[in-house]
């Protein structure tokens, strides 16, 4: 039997029945794919959350397995060095910072020799810990010579210095003036020897006319013939001296 198109098209008033039941039909089916959508989505979340969180747990387990198995290797490996010591004899070595030292271990430190009285990760000295086998000692000095003695100078201990023909050993440092109880003598200037063979009468100098006196300086300068100038002499350091050896 056929059907004639003009049976399967609805009829006028069963159009408007037909849309409403498929507008109804769209959104529900709408509704169904939000729901799923938004099932999915907190879904994932909870996966991705407890992804994360194993994960976190695996590396801190990892890292507390890590520690122990290293504090376990160092445990091992000191005791293998105490029975070595006790076979050898105790070795000396350099301290080292973030390292278990066991007992009766030795190590340097600072110019200093210290030996554990425990098993310690704190570093010397520390008397509750380490004791100190051998002290550093301080850098040796060495005598210096400093010349002619001048009182614009700053000495330290150890430094000789030549006043009037004689020697003197700073006792420390800033000694004071020289001679003086900051001073030491080694070498006195000493007696005046016979004189020597006359020789023979040199060349004529230049005739010294005047002489130009400033006293701000204590500066003295000769005024040769036909007014030129001859070399400056500094007489400061002949007044220091004798204002020295006078005393105040």
Not at 12 to 35: F, G, H, N, P, T
Not at 158 to 168: E, H, M, P, Q, Y
């Amino acid at each position: 039997m056929t059907i004639a198109p003009r049976d399967v098209v609805p009829q006028e008033s069963d159009r408007e029945y037909l849309l409403e039941l498929w507008k109804q039909c769209l959104v529900e089916m709408i509704a169904d794919v939000e729901e799923t959508k938004r099932r999915w989505q907190d879904a994932s979340q909870t996966v991705r959350a407890e992804s994360l969180a194993a994960v976190a747990d695996a590396r801190a387990a990892f890292s507390e397995a890590l520690i122990k198995l290293e504090h376990a290797t160092e445990e091992r490996l000191g005791k293998l060095r105490q029975m070595i010591d006790q076979k050898n004899g105790a070795r000396i070595r350099r301290y080292e910072e973030r390292r278990v030292i066991y007992e009766s271990e030795l190590v340097m430190h600072e110019g200093s020799s210290y030996q554990a009285l425990k098993d310690t990760g704190r570093a010397p000295p520390d008397d509750e810990h380490w004791i100190c086998v051998a002290a550093g000692g301080i850098d040796g000095r060495s005598p210096r010579i400093r010349g002619t003695y001048t009182s614009a100078a700053s000495y330290r201990q150890l430094d000789i210095v030549a006043v009037g023909g004689s020697s003197f050993l700073a006792k420390l440092d800033d000694p004071g003036p020289c001679p003086g109880d900051g001073w030491q003598l080694i070498a006195s200037a000493g007696r005046q020897g016979k004189p020597g063979i006359r020789g023979e009468r040199g060349p004529r100098g230049p005739n010294i006319e005047a002489w130009k006196v400033d006293p701000e300086s204590y500066c003295l300068t000769p005024v040769l013939q036909g007014g030129e100038e001859g070399p400056t002499i500094n007489l400061r350091l002949f007044f220091e001296q004798y204002h020295r050896e006078c005393g105040p």
